[in-house]
């Protein structure tokens, strides 16, 4: 059966290759490659709403973050344009369907997703239609699960170590540590070799997820001080939501994010502190507004609060040394841990911070 005719679900871990799966089977049905990166077109829809989207001479792709807060008000109207306008695209008159992949849905709202669903029904799922839809998601949410039934599913697992290890890439790309450094992504590897040929490398790149791990790291040496906390922390943790913002990261992502965070640094933990850090994270409100993330504020507050409670000695820095305690927060910080805690900006492997100048008490970062 021809793939471009069934609507598929690729699901799997960031990183795992969804989206190049996708792209490989649009290119096989084609018989054409799909040059990259793809074409960026802006459309107006709503009451002057710009929403970017890319587009190759066979599909077009949006990514969902990218329509921030306005999702359910946008994606039916832009879906709709796709399939109901006689041209949107002049490469796509070969296409018997026009095909759309809707990128990191597991972003979408649940009203979004309810106007998805009908969209599905009207464009999607009649045998003559003239639409089709693909989705990429890292895992099965509630308003994902709205449009399940209509979907083949396709797993995509991170590929294994033991098949990274068999790579054509130098022994030191090979190890255990390059694999988590690279998250299991071979294009991350195959972009180091074009630096660094022989495949060692000063330092790793940095990742969205080092942020988190040392944002947690410090709320951990705040929290296990044994000097008062001061409102200090309030204008910290705001500067820390300000900053995943600036990396175009949603509420859904920072709240998941956060957790993932915590779960790498479970066995630094009490148990019962680990589920309560999970359970404050389980009931933040993701979505929110950009100009006042207050929810996600608050959200990161309730677990240094939960942080507060540990009993057991100071956690270590996960390879078995020990964290030195250091009133980050307190009520009279260093002018260097001020620089330090504001901007979270520390190396990987723990070498040393790059200071940046942040006036003492900003909220951004």
């Keep these: 059966m021809d793939r471009l005719a069934i609507p598929w679900l690729f699901l799997g871990p960031s990183g795992s290759g969804k989206l190049s799966q996708a792209r490989a089977w649009i290119e096989e049905a084609h018989g ?20 970017r989207v890319l587009a190759s001479p ?20 832009l879906l709709t344009t796709f399939f109901v306008s006689g ?6 008159r070969d296409s018997s369907r026009k095909l759309v992949i809707l990128r990191r849905a597991h972003n979408l709202s649940q009203p979004a997703a309810i106007r998805v669903r009908a ?12 639409g089709m839809v693909w989705i990429t998601a890292r895992e099965m949410t509630g308003p994902l699960s709205i449009l399940e039934d209509v979907f083949v599913r396709k797993s995509v697992p991170r590929m294994p170590f033991a098949t990274w290890s068999t790579l054509p890439f130098p022994p030191p790309l090979l190890t255990a540590e390059a694999y988590s450094a690279c998250e299991g992504r071979q294009e991350r590897a195959a972009e180091i070799v074009k630096f660094f040929p022989d495949g060692h490398v000063p330092e790793w790149p940095r990742r969205i997820q080092d942020y988190y791990d ?15 906390v001061s409102l200090d ?7 820390c939501v300000y900053q995943t913002l600036s990396f175009c990261q949603t509420g859904p992502d920072i709240v998941d994010s956060c957790a993932a965070a915590v779960q790498r640094r479970a066995a630094d933990l009490d148990p019962d502190v680990f589920w309560k850090c999970m359970s404050a994270l389980k009931d933040v ?9 207050l929810s996600l504020e608050a959200g990161i507050l309730q677990l240094f609060e939960v942080l507060r409670t540990q009993k057991s000695p100071t956690p270590s820095n996960g390879d078995g040394s020990r964290l030195e305690t250091v009133a980050v927060l307190g009520p009279e910080p260093t002018a260097d841990v001020t ?11 723990g070498k040393g911070v790059k200071p940046k100048r942040v006036a003492k008490g900003s909220t951004r970062s």
């Design 214 to 228: 040392e944002m947690l790291t410090q709320l951990l040496k705040a929290a296990t001080s044994e000097k008062p």
């Design 119 to 130: 969209i599905l029904q009207q464009y999607v799922m009649p045998p003559e239609a003239g």
């Design 32 to 51: 054409a490659k799909i040059g990259l990166p793809l074409e960026s077109r802006t459309f107006v829809v709503g009451d002057g709403y710009e929403a």
């Design 58 to 77: 066979f599909h077009f792709e949006i990514d969902i973050p990218n329509l921030s807060m306005q999702d359910k008000q946008i994606i039916g109207e």
């Design 285 to 293: 409100e993701p979505h929110t507004s950009y100009r006042t993330p």
């Design 339 to 349: 620089v330090a805690a504001a901007t979270a900006d520390v190396q990987v492997k």
């Design 87 to 92: 041209d949107v695209f002049n490469g796509l």
């Design 233 to 239: 922390i309030v204008f910290w943790i705001r500067s």
